[in-house]
């Protein structure tokens, strides 16, 4: 085994030695805690590149690499529960990919929260939560991604509620948790069912593992109620605590609110890395997703029931934020939106195309999303504190390299053709959903997604860069001068730059003609073939796509650039077009208010029943058997009191009064004792007598 | 004269000496009534020695050589305590002599 | 029954009797003389020669006047103070006719009673000084001890104590 298979634990552990550290440090030393933090996921980042490049050199010859490496974990009963992690492409890519995002990040932070009194607890959260994704990705045993999934949703809540302070905060963070909670158990019970199943929890063990053919094909055939698979069943399990960490419709819910966490926390959690565990658990059990009966026997991939489950809700979830997102006004709320979308889009990705094509556009993804967040970070760090779209305005002219970046995140967003990575990888999409067997709606689902993306994009844009600037329209919350927005510290702005140039060339290692990351993560030959643009609709599905983008940046264009917003109070334009429509995107679809009426009134019911119940059922169990006790005591007590002790007394008493009686016969005189003498004298000649006689 | 007869006026005086030393007050009269007693023990020894198996023993004589003697003795230790008491208590009376009642 | 036998046994009685039912306590005294003085006699009658003058002297001669110097050293209170009848009379009376049936009840109840009668043994003094002196000398030290130590004791007791003023 190789030395970095055998030490690929090293990658997340040293995040969370780094946390454990920064935990007993002092507040005051920040140096001492952002380097340990920084230095860390440094070093895990280099020993994901040479991870990388180990399995690069292993695939590049078009075979499938896939190493391992196990331990025995828990004992039950008399079996072993094993835990490992592995490495094959995905784990590589996913690795270097959180790595080297967490590092940019890590570096902004320092600026973004200089001025934050709990720095040091910060980095301390932001490390553990680094170490305990990396767990996730290098997993090879379902429990131990599980323990370290729970592990990320524990740190999210942590860093969401950083500023536990603010009710809305801490709200928000239980809301995060509560609702990937939900997800959780069902995932829960698709693990326990699993492991019953197959006997392992293992993904691979050289063939023994569960999701390897083996263990598949017995999966496949056993039915359970409703006439579906057993592999089916399980893979909607798991995919429904996938698609609670990856905010898919009906749990998306905690996704927007998460946002009163600091902005680093967004870009990091909530853009990047978590939401993406989701994603990436789909990819993980992809063959258990995608087991049917002709693929274990003959090779070829068909439409399975949960992968139709997995693109529907994909579909719906990408349309469904898109289009809420057109009418908020929190920089930060449009960008979770977005980010809710675009997981969408992953696992419509996952669903149609395979593992590689949801993969690619999870990578790219990533950075510009990361980039985007930073980016707004940045704004709002630069505009004191506001994160109203209505209250920003001409932030181009003070703010010129967070505009250029952030433009470019923008496009790599919309999909831009060519130059951006984003492009590519919606395209993968597209052309996945183009030839979907079963149905064409995803795919027109996923054309009008990428209009309502380039136009609330081009929206935010608008308000946020261009125009006059209304921050100080209503001074009535501020200190009374002028604020004037500054650019952010180059500690700041050095990642958005390193990023931007990331989402743009990330693109050209996946294009058809040279799609070196499919390739690796599939195990195939990389080439490079400019003839695969010819292939089955490649062309036409591109120039659909890039018909909607362009309509989306004109209509965004038209309806806000075109004449600058100069007042911060004037309703949207949409609003004055639609206003019924615009309320009730603006308002989320009201989900939040269908929860709260039915879910969390149920959930209210029947915590006061437990209460209730606690109180007077099991409290007066308790009760009685303490009042039964203490009954039992004061009989003691009085049987003690009146029997023992009276008996006693009364003994006692006895004893005394005997004797009182006796002790006259002590008269003191010795005539009295004389008599005495004599009566014992006949009794005892009468003893005699009679005793000899007899 | 058999022995019985001898026996019987033995217990006779027995129960005449405690007779009196039950009923008289006077401490000296009690001890007198305990002399009377011993001497009817006497008289019992004598009347058995007369009468016995084996007079030639000499048993019954001797016991009551002993048996005067230590009445003797006796009588003189009595008496002188009885002399010492009545310094104290400044009477005979047996009935105030009660000190030791308890 | 012979005659010197019943009159020698109705002067011990008497004198028993009287000795315990005298006022004057010098009364009973002599009283009691004399029933030392019908033992002696019977013990003479029985052929204890010895015993009997031991008797008249020891009995007669030291008990009976040690008593009556006891009484006259004694004598603080008239006799007539005492009362006539003793409180506790009826339950002294029932314990001493209870112990004399007893007594007597043993006596003939027992086989002793039909012995048969014996000749009078003829007994010397030398005999008496002979079995004192050889089988008995223990007993007669120890007599001579106890003797000694009555003597002792009975001076300490009686001595008038000074110092306890």
């Known amino acids: 085994m190789s030395w970095i298979v055998q030490n690929l634990w090293l990658i997340p552990v040293l995040p969370v030695v780094a946390a454990g550290l920064t935990a007993i440090a002092p507040q005051r030393k920040r140096v001492y805690a952002c380097s340990l933090a920084i230095g860390s996921m440094v070093l895990s980042f280099l020993l994901s590149a040479v991870a990388l490049v180990h399995v690069f050199g292993l695939t590049g010859g078009g075979t499938e690499s896939r190493e391992l490496f196990k331990f025995r974990g828990f004992q039950l009963g008399s079996e072993w529960l094993q835990l490992g992690w592995v490495l094959d492409p995905l784990t590589a890519v996913m690795l270097a990919m959180v790595t080297f995002v967490g590092t940019l990040i890590f570096i902004y932070s320092v600026g973004y929260m200089a001025h934050d009194e709990n720095f040091t607890r910060f980095f301390c959260f932001l490390s553990l939560f680094a170490g305990a994704m990396l767990g996730v990705v290098i997993s090879n045993s379902l429990l131990l991604l599980f323990m370290c999934w729970e592990l990320v949703g524990l740190t999210s809540y942590l860093l969401i509620g950083f500023w536990y302070h603010k009710p809305s905060a801490a709200a928000a963070a239980k809301k995060a948790f509560i609702t990937t909670r939900i997800g959780d158990m069902a995932f829960l019970i698709g693990m326990v069912w699993l492991y019953a199943q197959s006997g392992t929890l293992l993904f691979y063990n050289g063939g023994a593992g569960c999701m390897e053919h083996s263990a598949l094909a017995a999966m496949v055939v056993q039915t359970t109620s409703f006439g579906m698979a057993v592999s089916t069943a399980i893979a909607v399990l798991i995919f429904c605590g996938a698609a609670g960490k990856s905010g898919q419709v009906p749990l998306h819910v905690w996704l927007p609110d998460a946002m009163e966490g600091p902005t680093p926390v967004s870009a990091l959690i909530h853009a990047a890395t978590m939401v993406a565990a989701g994603v990436f658990l789909v990819a993980r059990v992809y063959p258990l997703m995608s087991a049917s009966p002709l693929l274990l026997s003959s090779g070829l991939v068909a439409p399975t029931t949960a992968l139709k489950v997995v693109t529907w809700i994909g579909a719906i979830t990408a349309i469904f934020a898109a289009s809420i997102a057109v009418a908020q006004d929190d920089i930060k709320r449009i960008l979770a939106y977005s980010t809710v979308s675009q997981l969408g889009y992953m696992m419509l990705g996952l669903g149609v195309g395979g593992v590689a094509v949801g993969m690619f556009h999870l990578i790219t993804h990533a950075f510009f999303k990361a980039l985007l967040f930073m980016g707004a970070g940045s704004v709002i760090h630069g505009c004191h504190e506001e994160q109203d779209v209505r209250r920003m305005g001409g932030l181009r002219k003070w703010m010129p390299v967070t505009f250029a970046t952030y433009a470019v ?63 100080n329209a209503h001074d009535s919350t501020h200190s009374g001068h002028d604020i004037v927005p500054h650019e952010s510290p180059s500690v700041m702005t050095t990642p958005l730059v390193v990023l931007a140039a990331c989402s743009v060339l990330l693109g050209f290692i996946g294009t058809p003609a040279w799609h070196v990351f499919h390739a690796f993560v599939s195990g195939e030959r990389i080439s490079v073939d400019f003839g695969r643009f010819g292939e089955n609709g490649i062309l036409p599905v591109m120039l659909a796509s890039t018909v909607m983008v362009f309509l989306g940046l004109g209509l965004g264009w038209w309806l806000y650039g075109r004449k600058p917003i100069v007042n911060a109070d004037a309703p949207d334009v949409l609003a004055t077009i639609q206003p019924q429509m615009f309320r009730v995107l603006q308002n989320k679809f009201y989900i939040d208010e269908l929860y709260e009426a039915t879910i969390i009134r149920w959930n209210e019911f029947a915590a006061n029943m437990s209460a209730w119940l606690d109180q007077y059922i099991w409290a007066g169990g308790v009760k009685s058997v303490s009042l039964a006790v203490i009954g039992l005591a004061w009989f003691n007590r009085t049987v003690d009191a009146k029997v023992v002790n009276a008996g006693f007394d009364a003994g006692c008493e006895g004893a005394s009064w005997g004797a009182r009686i006796l002790s006259h016969l002590q008269t003191g005189r010795v005539q009295a004792y004389l008599r005495v003498i004599g009566i014992a004298l006949v009794v005892f000649v009468l003893f005699l007598v009679w005793g000899s006689k007899g | 004269m058999t022995l019985t007869s001898y026996l019987v006026l033995s217990a006779l005086l027995f129960s005449v000496g405690l007779a009196g030393a039950l009923t008289r007050k006077n401490a000296i009269l009690v001890l007198v009534g305990i002399e009377l007693m011993l001497n009817a023990a006497n008289l019992n020894f004598i009347a058995f020695w007369r009468y016995g198996p084996n007079p030639e023993l000499l048993t019954g004589i001797l016991f009551t050589i002993f048996s005067i003697g230590v009445a003797a003795a006796e009588a003189a230790v009595g008496l002188a305590m009885i002399i010492a008491i009545y310094r104290h208590y400044k009477t005979t009376n047996l009935d105030h002599i009660d000190s030791m009642k308890g | 029954m012979t005659l010197p036998f019943l009159i020698l046994a109705a002067l011990t009685i008497a004198g028993a009797v009287a000795a315990m039912s005298f006022r004057n306590l010098v009364h009973c005294v002599l009283a009691l003389t004399l029933a030392f003085a019908g033992l002696a006699g019977i013990y003479l009658l029985l052929g204890a020669q010895f015993v009997g003058l031991a008797q008249v002297l020891v009995y007669i001669g030291a008990i009976a006047i040690l008593t009556v110097f006891a009484i006259l050293l004694t004598r603080g209170t008239e006799p007539g103070d005492f009362p006539d009848t003793p409180a506790s009379w009826r339950l002294s009376s029932v314990i001493v006719v209870a112990v004399f049936g007893v007594i007597v009840w043993a006596i003939r109840g027992s086989s002793l009673s039909h012995r048969a009668l014996t000749p009078k043994p003829q007994v010397s003094v030398k005999q008496i000084g002979e079995a004192l002196m050889g089988q008995y000398v223990l007993a007669l030290e120890v007599i001579g001890l106890l003797l000694t130590a009555a003597l002792i004791g009975a001076v300490i007791i009686a001595m008038y104590d000074r110092q306890a003023k």
């Open chain 1, 409 to 471: 995140g923008t496009l790599a967003l919309c999909g831009f053709p060519l130059l951006f990575s984003g492009f590519w990888s919606k395209d993968d999409i597209l052309h996945a959903a183009h030839g979907w067997s079963v149905s064409q709606i995803p795919f027109y689902l996923g054309l009008l997604g990428a209009l309502l993306t380039a136009f609330y994009m081009t929206r935010q844009v608008f308000y946020v860069f261009f125009g006059e600037s209304r921050l």
